[in-house]
């Protein structure tokens, strides 16, 4: 009697495992994807928020850094702080815009919690604020306000206190996302001859 030859092959229980496991690689790979090109994004316009923040900030940087700047036009840059909290102090001794960062924002009534939204157009007050800056430095060091692509929104605080000016600096494609960019921070110290 002649013994039958089995051919090998794959179970049923081995063909649904091996599916199980291509599709748990697939899905993972899929998440990736998505996840990779967010990242992708969000650094195109980290990449894109340092040249922007270089373009803005330069101007300023140079002119407030002029050997010929008298400490009188120094101690004028800057409004009078506005205090828009109760709870917090304004160490600076002049600031554009007067508010700070308070007047990017507006807040939104809500008896469960508390908050906030980027108001109006948040690139007009950075102009504003740059222009008033820029206002209060030697001529020679002056120069015509930057251009930014329209699509970006970006704001600017320009603060002094004492001998050092801070210049902060965020911008983002979405407006509503500009207060969580990360901010670029340049500070200038006085090196003008002075009337000090």
């Not at 049923?12 to 697939?26: D, R």
């Not at 504003?128 to 060091?141: C, D, E, G, L, V």
Request: glycine share 6%; proline share 5%; charged share 20%.
């Amino acid at each position: 009697m002649r013994q039958r030859a089995f051919k090998k092959a794959f179970t049923l229980l081995e063909v649904n495992l091996a599916i199980f496991i291509m599709a748990t690689g697939v899905l993972s790979m899929c998440a990736l994807y998505s996840l990779g090109f967010r990242e992708n994004r969000q650094s195109v316009e980290d990449v894109a928020g340092v040249a922007y923040a270089e373009t803005y900030l330069a101007p300023l940087v140079q002119g407030l850094s002029a050997t010929n700047m008298p400490w009188s036009q120094w101690v004028e840059i800057g409004d009078e702080p506005r205090n828009t909290t109760t709870e917090s102090r304004n160490v600076a001794d002049g600031l554009y815009p007067a508010g700070g960062w308070f007047d990017y924002v507006e807040h939104i009534e809500d008896r469960e919690q508390v908050r906030f939204r980027v108001k109006g157009v948040p690139r007009s007050t950075a102009d504003r604020a740059w222009q008033s800056t820029i206002a209060s430095i030697p001529s020679p060091y002056k120069g015509s306000l930057p251009s930014l692509p329209s699509d970006f929104h970006y704001a600017l605080v320009v603060s002094r206190k004492g001998t050092v000016i801070q210049l902060s600096f965020r911008c983002s494609r979405r407006k509503d996302q500009l207060l969580m960019q990360p901010v670029y921070v340049s500070e200038v110290r006085f090196q003008g001859d002075g009337d000090k």
